[in-house]
């Protein structure tokens, strides 16, 4: 008659899970990570989306993708690639081959009217400053109602007034303008609420506020710069207790 040697239980589970880790280990090891290349679209009205965060869920890492729609991310076969945008709903992709990549994202809102305000505004200003010296349209020499509303380039105009001195104030209120514009294209609520964690809105808007970049550094740094910047003032952010932001009193020129 044979006998079974019985194992402990506590034996047992050890060879487990040393097996399971064995095992776990050779699926990592056979891990082969591609550089995955592809363009983000708007589904319907088929335009290259910028500022889009892409996720591999399986790494965590994370890029933002360029002006021109396109990005790069490293993964694997079978890893999903999550796709955030704002405005747009949020979009998964399961990478099943070393091939580009051509993702449709679904608008939120119609037809990306944050994207095409700041455009327009850009625009606004530029037509201020190429006819500036021009006559706007004049109720005793004030803009009327209908004509502010109907041509807000006549409201941009008397707020300034005309000659060369106001000519350079407008300048450099375009210019803060467009700066504080390519600053929240890439540090906007929902990439900072994504890098950093915060849930709470109150608590984003006093970190947003208080870490704000400056333009020159926007400018140079890289996505990944920005993410580390975020991720290390949000470390700092709580242990100096989650204030609300500090507004120095503002000098009159």
């Known amino acids: 008659m044979k006998y079974i040697a ?17 095992i776990s280990s050779h699926t990592f090891a056979q891990r082969k990570e591609l550089n995955i290349r592809g363009i983000v679209y708007s589904k319907n009205i088929n335009v ?12 965590h890492a994370s890029v933002i993708n360029d002006q021109l729609g396109a990005f790069e991310i490293k993964a694997a076969i079978g890893d999903t690639l999550l796709f955030n945008c704002r405005n747009f709903s949020d979009q998964k992709v399961v990478v099943a081959a070393d091939v580009a990549l ?18 327009t505004k850009k625009q606004d200003m530029a037509e201020v400053m190429k006819g500036y ?4 349209i004049y109720n005793n020499g004030k803009t009327s109602t209908l004509g502010a ?10 707020l300034f007034g005309s000659g060369p001195k106001n000519a350079r104030r407008f300048q450099a209120y375009a210019a803060k303008e467009n700066e504080q514009t390519e ?28 870490y704000r970049p400056a333009i020159e550094d926007i400018r140079k740094w890289t996505d990944y710069d920005l993410i580390d910047y975020i991720r290390k003032s949000y470390k ?18």
Do not use: H, W
């Open 6 to 22: 019985k194992i402990p239980l506590k034996s047992f589970l050890t060879i487990l899970i040393l097996l399971l880790g064995c």
């Open 48 to 59: 290259r989306l910028q500022n889009v965060l892409i996720t591999n869920d399986v790494t």
């Open 102 to 119: 051509f993702v449709f994202m679904v608008p939120i809102i119609n037809l990306m009217q944050v994207d095409i305000k700041d455009v």
């Open 133 to 136: 010296n021009k006559q706007g």
């Open 149 to 158: 509303i109907f041509n807000p380039l006549n409201g941009l105009y008397d």
């Open 183 to 210: 600053i929240d294209r890439r540090f906007n609520k929902p990439f900072v609420r994504k890098m950093s964690g915060i849930t709470d809105s109150v608590k984003l808007g006093y970190f947003m506020t208080t």
């Open 236 to 253: 700092e952010f709580v242990a100096t207790g989650e204030k609300p932001p500090v507004f120095l009193p503002k000098l009159n020129d």
